[in-house]
């Protein structure tokens, strides 16, 4: 026998139950800070935190609030404004980076691995915007690519639901400008960058599934 069967079969099922399992492996600063001793106010270089409070669409995970506030790790903390029933069976994505880092895209391009596995629960990309249900925006917005952006939008069919992943996407951060200055935000997906477990959230959010 293949010595890669023999392998499998030692690891066993490696793909997450989510949603209706334990997260056992959420990457602890994706998820937003929360205050737990001390100074209520320490320093934070995009001013997020405020009152005891963290602001999670600025927080870009830099640590530098702890141990003050420690990591929450609830992957619950996107924001729809929609719910479309039309896309519980499936959804398809077109996604498009407008001036990022890097980081997001590879927590996005993680969710069509073994583990996470997206189209189990019927979620896909497509490589063409005329294609897709909704529209996946990481990265601060750019001079250069806000004619992109907005091109990808208008060649979509309705429901077209967007969703802005990460810091940059939904405030601008250290960066720059917000996607909101030019797009309606549908979806909000905290993190610097979000895990792979906050965004299948944020998508079953916003069809409905949840």
């Not at 937003?32 to 009152?51: E, L, M």
């Not at 990265?139 to 309705?158: F, H, Q, S």
Request: hydrophobic content about 35%; some cysteine; charged content about 20%.
């Amino acid at each position: 026998m293949k010595a890669w069967i023999l392998r499998s079969f030692r690891k066993g099922i490696i793909t997450s139950k989510f949603p209706g399992g334990r997260n056992e492996n959420a990457s602890p600063w994706s998820t937003p800070p929360v205050y737990r001793k001390g100074d209520q106010d320490p320093y934070c270089p995009v001013g997020a935190i405020s009152q005891g409070k963290a602001d999670a669409n600025r927080c870009i995970s830099c640590g530098l609030c702890y141990p003050n506030y420690e990591p929450s790790m609830d992957i619950h903390g996107s924001v729809s404004s929609v719910s479309v029933p039309a896309l519980k069976k499936s959804i398809r994505i077109y996604q498009i980076d407008v001036g990022s880092c890097g980081a997001c895209n590879l927590e996005i391009g993680a969710l069509a691995n073994p583990q996470y596995d997206m189209a189990r629960l019927g979620i896909s990309f497509t490589n063409t915007p005329r294609h897709a249900d909704a529209l996946l925006v990481s990265g601060v917005l750019t001079d250069n690519m806000r004619e992109p952006l907005m091109r990808a939008y208008e060649a979509m069919a309705e429901p077209r639901v967007v969703f802005a992943v990460g810091a940059c996407a939904i405030s601008g951060s250290l960066l720059g400008k917000a996607v909101s200055d030019t797009l309606r935000i549908d979806v909000t997906v905290p993190g610097c960058p979000p895990d792979p477990f906050t965004i299948m959230d944020a998508v079953q959010k916003a069809r409905g599934v949840k």
